[in-house]
Nanobody, 125 residues
Framework: QVQLGESGGGLVQAGGSLRLSCGIS????????MGWFRQTPGKEREFVAA??????NRKYSDAVKGRFTISRDVAKVYLQMTNMKPEDTAIYYC????????????????????WGQGTQVTVSS
C-alpha cells in the first residue's frame, strides 16, 4: 500500500551538504515510522536515521549523529546531510513501516517492509 520515491542524490565535495527527499504515497497512520538506510557494494544495508511520525522521536547512527538531520512535512521525509565525508558515499534508501509500543522508531532493516528505489550519493575528497 505504501509507495516511496527518493530524490536529491548527487555529487558533493567533502564538507559540503545535500538534502534527500522521500515522497510518500499511501496511508499515513499515526504509528508510521520512516527510516533512511545506506548501502555500498559488498556491504550490508546499514541504518542511518529514523523518525516516528506522531511525536517526532528521532534516532541516528553514531556515524552520522550531529551531522545529519531527519525531518518531515505533510507527505515527505527529508535527510539533511551536512559536513559530509567520503565514507558517506552510498546508495541511500528511504524506508517505511508501522510501529507500536516501546522502541519506536526501529533501527533494523527487517523492521521496515516498504522501500524506495534508492538514490546515489557520492562525496569526493
Amino acid at each position: 500500500q505504501v509507495q516511496l520515491g527518493e530524490s536529491g542524490g548527487g555529487l558533493v565535495q567533502a564538507g559540503g551538504s545535500l538534502r534527500l527527499s522521500c515522497g510518500i504515497s499511501g496511508p499515513i497512520a499515526i504509528n508510521l515510522v520512516m527510516g533512511w538506510f545506506r548501502q555500498t557494494p559488498g556491504k550490508e544495508r546499514e541504518f542511518v536515521a529514523a523518525l516516528q511520525w506522531n511525536d517526532d522521536n528521532r534516532k541516528y547512527s553514531d556515524a552520522v549523529k550531529g551531522r545529519f538531520t531527519i525531518s518531515r512535512d505533510v507527505a515527505k521525509v527529508y535527510l539533511q546531510m551536512t559536513n559530509m565525508k567520503p565514507e558517506d558515499t552510498a546508495i541511500y534508501y528511504c524506508a517505511a513501516d508501522y510501529c507500536s509500543g516501546s522502541g519506536c522508531p526501529r533501527t533494523a532493516r527487517h523492521e521496515y517492509r516498504y522501500w524506495g528505489q534508492g538514490t546515489q550519493v557520492t562525496v569526493s575528497s
